[in-house]
């Protein structure tokens, strides 16, 4: 954050402003301090809190895949164009600049934070190594990010310090981003984190890293590497003091308080790495599924409305996921799911366990004019759980992905799979089940449209929405595209972006 970091300067002051900053800056304790939070800071604001329905962790995440849509009474060019895939280059998620700012500041403090040892003898060799680790950390997630939505970027791993140094730099291969900066510095992070340790749930400790670590493997489906820091993992210790250990489901938070992963995160066992926008501090925390009582432009799909809330609510007999009725408030408007506004999204809020049509009045709707945080995980054991189960899987152990599988599944109040059963009979149908799995535990946490992009299934799951979709807004059905173009996974480059950069070339399937 080189502009907050900024002291006054005549104006015909040679040296640039930005070099003097970083190397006056960097004197004590509270300065390392300060700049560890610039750099949570930005991504935090990044993800879930630049200004009201701005959260790119689920535009970006989520928002395009079957979990949500965009509600036609009340939309924008934006979530028209996430949810019917027709991406342009002036949209505003398309610009990856915020997260090219978090680089920046990990890459200042990562050269400049050793340096503050040498003026106060609180900066230790633990509190550097501590910072670095975090840095490394935090660089690798945000390129995880570019490479997961836009694939090849330009690599920056110095600050930009000087007026010679220039922004224009090509694309360097995704690959290479992985393999030579994300691989690496995560391994940084390892070594230089201190184990089993307590972490704070709101930073980077052992098992963030080792989560991601694992993400990223499953990214590149090398499943021996991921299943390898996976159970990393479960020697790692979580925010509670306790080993995750990873053995059982009893090692998942309990079915009975399924939702404090949401509301303090602090407190559960189940919790890796949440971040935190506090309205207090911080001002609205106006996700688009937030706390807003009015009508949002993202709601629920319907698709997934009417195959898993309802069934789970409304119908009689209810079946036993706990799950949907403390993601969604199915009675917001009718039991019937074409006239229900499908948007009163409080997976983030301590509603009712379970909420019942006769208690919304005195219960639920106390949530939609609630000025509260929003806690988004970016990591928990569940997520870790059902990544475990997919490796597994994809090595050829069904037996124990069936374990991890049914860990979840079990926790959330259903019958276990039974082995050789038609959801869980080979390894792709069991591959299926995982798949679903994740989007009934995690819808709204940014992860389904990776999951689709990394297990290959854009194309098939939503082709037919997409067309379902453009027909409910006037396409003749003969004329409905879907998902023609698997180029249009990757998002487009922001025309900004392009004109600051003119080494840059388009992804394929867009204009320039």
Sequence with gaps: MVAAFSSCKKFLDLTPQSQVSQSRFFKSKYDVDAAMAGMYSGFQQQMIGE???????????D??????????????????????NALTTDNDFSDW??????????NTNIKYI?????????????VINKALSECYAMRAMAYFYIVRVWGDAPIRTKPLE??????????????????????????????????????????????????????????????????????????????????????????????????????APNTSIESIWSIHWDFLKNDCACMTTSWTANNKPIVMDIGLYNSWVIPQTVASPATADIRPKQTIDPYSASS?????????????????????????????????????????????????????????????????ALKYLNYVHVRAGLPAYTAGSAPVANQAAMADAILQERQWELVGEGKRWFDLVRTGNVVKI????????????????????????????????????????KKLVQNPGYGG
């Design 51 to 61: 200004a009201q329905y701005k959260e790119r962790a689920l535009f970006w995440g």
């Design 97 to 106: 600049s915020g997260l090219y700012t978090v680089i920046g500041r990990a």
């Design 162 to 263: 000087d007026l010679t140094d220039t922004l224009e730099k090509p694309r360097d291969p995704a690959s290479k981003i992985i393999d030579q900066v994300i691989l690496p510095d995560l391994t940084q992070a390892y070594a230089l984190v201190t184990k089993n340790q307590t972490p704070s749930v709101w930073t980077l400790g052992e098992g963030a890293i080792c989560a991601i670590m694992a993400d990223v493997y499953m990214w590149k489906k090398d499943y021996a590497n991921a299943i390898v820091w996976i159970n990393n993992l479960f020697k790692a210790k979580g925010p509670t003091g306790a080993v995750y250990t990873g053995t059982s489901g009893a090692n998942l938070q309990p079915q009975a308080s399924w939702k404090s992963m949401f509301t």
């Design 336 to 400: 019937d799911a074409t006239k229900s506004n499908r948007d009163r999204f409080i997976k983030w809020y301590a509603s009712p366990v379970n909420p019942t049509k006769a208690s919304t009045a005195a219960e639920l709707a106390l949530y939609y004019y609630k000025e509260l945080p929003v806690y988004l995980p970016m990591y928990r054991l569940a997520d870790l759980y059902l990544l475990y189960a997919e490796a597994l899987n994809a090595t050829g152990d069904l037996n124990n």
């Design 462 to 501: 939503m082709d037919p929405i997409l067309r379902r979709r453009q027909v409910s807004a006037g396409t003749p059905a003969a004329e409905a595209i879907g998902f023609s173009d698997p180029r249009r996974i990757l998002w487009p480059i922001n025309r900004s972006v392009l004109n600051a950069n």
């Design 114 to 126: 050793p340096g503050a040892a040498l003026t106060d003898s609180k900066v230790t060799k633990d």
């Design 63 to 84: 928002y395009r895949s079957d979990n949500f849509d965009r509600f036609l009474s009340y939309t924008s060019i934006n979530t028209t164009e996430v949810a019917m």
